[in-house]
């Protein structure tokens, strides 16, 4: 199976919507991930 990952800032909601609506979904979550706020990351994940 070949898929396709990418992280987005937890509080970014139109990117998160953006991407499920193009068939990603979220899988887990990196904490602390941005350094300049320490946001978590969401880690999406798309089959291809």
């Known amino acids: 199976m070949i898929g396709i990952t ?11 919507n953006l991407y499920e609506s ?3 979904k979220q ?3 990196r904490p602390e991930y941005y350094s300049d ?7 999406m994940w798309k089959n291809l």
């Open 6 to 16: 990418l992280e987005v800032r937890a509080g970014n909601k139109k990117a998160l």
């Open 22 to 24: 193009i068939g990603f």
């Open 37 to 43: 706020t320490k946001e978590n990351a969401i880690i």
């Open 27 to 29: 899988e887990g979550i």
